[in-house]
């Protein structure tokens, strides 16, 4: 579902409002919020909740990567001019250097190293809600034919 507080880049804000106004996705079932997009940047929200910890109550490696290739995701999505064409993840790698406690929240923030016709790379820094780096992550996108 769409926030209505979410900041969006002006030139791709009909874009960017149809992606996030489709059908309930992975990122809605564990709680990820997006809180900006843009061409250049993609940051989105996370809380460590009972759907996104160990049980030993901190935060599961894998919420933290589906929130990091969910911005990756959408940013790549976000430079595609055609319907006919999307972003699919080639390889991801995530090196989790801090622990997040049950309560907390963490905060993705993507940005593009690679921007090209068939292939984006992008690296993702997430945060926790002290803005101490828990995580960082690398995505490889394939740009390919839509199905129909």
């Known amino acids: 579902m769409m926030k ?23 990122a809605d079932a564990i709680g990820i919020e997006f809180q900006l997009l843009s061409r250049d940047q993609v ?20 919420a933290t990567v589906a929130l990091a290739e969910s911005v990756m995701s959408v940013g790549a999505l976000l430079h595609l001019d055609s319907d006919d064409l999307t972003a699919v993840g080639l390889e ?16 993705a923030s993507a940005e593009p190293i690679h ?3 068939k292939i984006h790379v992008w690296q993702t820094r997430i945060t926790d809600q002290d803005g101490r780096l828990i995580s960082i992550s690398r995505c490889t996108l394939a740009i390919i034919p839509t199905e129909r």
């Not at 979410?6 to 309930?24: D, F, H, N, T, V």
């Not at 009972?50 to 030993?56: E, G, K, L, N």
């Not at 991801?92 to 905060?107: C, P, S």
Request: positive net charge.
């Open 4 to 26: 209505t507080d979410m900041e969006i880049e002006e030139s791709i804000r009909k874009q960017a409002e149809s992606l996030m106004a489709g059908k309930p996705t992975m």
């Open 43 to 62: 940051v989105a929200t996370l809380p460590v909740t009972d759907r996104t910890v160990q049980p030993m109550r901190i935060l599961h490696g894998g």
């Open 92 to 107: 991801i790698n995530a090196n989790h250097l801090k622990t997040v406690k049950e309560g907390g929240q963490i905060t």
């Open 115 to 117: 921007i090209g016709r």
